[in-house]
Nanobody, 129 residues
């Protein structure tokens, strides 16, 4: 049973940076693509970034391109989200999740919430103006 634990959230000012981490335990992390999603109050959970199982493919929502970078360290069973130039509209709970399909299949569809399982508990990111 895979468990995911996020960390690294916090309260920052606009323009600051944060790095989120998500560490997996209990499974074969290296075989699965990973995603970061976020959910703001009163809004649906939305896709933020995806990284393939090998780390050779990454995808981002348009609003974070050029500011956020997803990466992974398979030796540490950890995926990261480096967030630079943060904006108040980035305020949300950030979740990491594991793609259900393993290998290259896991990156064919990468932005649907229902294609990921399990999920971490989330980490709060708050950006003040």
């Amino acid at each position: 049973q895979v468990q995911l634990v996020e960390s690294g959230g916090g309260l920052v000012q606009a323009g600051d940076s944060l790095r989120l981490s998500c560490t997996a335990s209990g499974g074969t992390f290296r075989l699965y693509a990973m995603g970061w999603f976020r959910q703001a109050p009163g809004k649906e959970r939305e896709f933020v970034a995806h990284i393939s199982w090998k780390g050779d493919k990454t995808y981002y929502r348009d609003s974070v391109k050029g500011r956020f970078t997803i990466s992974r360290d398979n030796n540490k069973n950890t995926v990261y989200l480096q967030m630079n130039s943060l904006k108040p509209e980035d305020t949300a709970i950030y979740y990491c999740a594991m793609r259900v399909a393993s290998g290259d299949s896991g990156s064919i569809i990468y932005d649907r919430v229902d294609y990921y399982r399990p999920w971490g508990q989330g980490t709060q990111v708050s950006v003040s103006s």
